[in-house]
C-alpha cells in the first residue's frame, strides 16, 4: 500500500523560511519522481517542483526557481521541499505526489499523492 504523509506547513511571515517534508512508503522508489503541488483557495492545482528519485534531477515552476529546493533523502524515504523567501502569494495547501513519467510537471500523470499541508505567508 502506497502512503505518502506530507507535513511541516504552517503561519510564517513574508521572507521567512520552511521546510516541508513527505515521507514515502509502498514504492518502488527507483521508477518514481516525486514531485510538490499547491492549490491556493480559488485557483487551480500548480505544479512546484519535482526530483526524480534515483538520479536527483530537479525541476521548477518558475516563480519558485531560486527560492525553493527539492531534495531527498534516500535512507529515510522522505522528499523536502525547502522553501526561502516566502511571499503571500506561495500561500496554498502543499502536497507531495508520485508518478512514474520521469520529471513529470502534468498533475494527471501523479498517481499518489499525500494529504496536504497548509502553507500561510503573511504580509
Known amino acids: 500500500q502506497v502512503q505518502l504523509v506530507d507535513s511541516g506547513g504552517k503561519l510564517v511571515q513574508a521572507g521567512d523560511s520552511l521546510r516541508l517534508s513527505c515521507v514515502a512508503s509502498?514504492?518502488?522508489?527507483?521508477?518514481?519522481?516525486m514531485g510538490w503541488f499547491r492549490r491556493a483557495p480559488g485557483r487551480e492545482r500548480q505544479f512546484v517542483a519535482n526530483?526524480?528519485?534515483?538520479?536527483?534531477?530537479?525541476s521548477y515552476e518558475d516563480s519558485v526557481k531560486g527560492r525553493f529546493t527539492i531534495s531527498r533523502d534516500l535512507a529515510k524515504n522522505t522528499v523536502f521541499l525547502q522553501m526561502n523567501g516566502l511571499k503571500p502569494e506561495d500561500t496554498a495547501i502543499y502536497y507531495c505526489?508520485?508518478?512514474?513519467?520521469?520529471?513529470?510537471?502534468?498533475?494527471?500523470?501523479?498517481?499518489?499523492w499525500g494529504q496536504g499541508t497548509q502553507v500561510t505567508v503573511s504580509s
Open positions: 505526489a508520485a508518478t512514474t513519467f520521469s520529471s513529470s510537471n502534468n498533475s494527471l500523470h501523479y498517481a499518489y
Open positions: 509502498g514504492l518502488t522508489f527507483s521508477r518514481y519522481t
Open positions: 526530483i526524480v528519485w534515483t538520479a536527483g534531477t530537479t
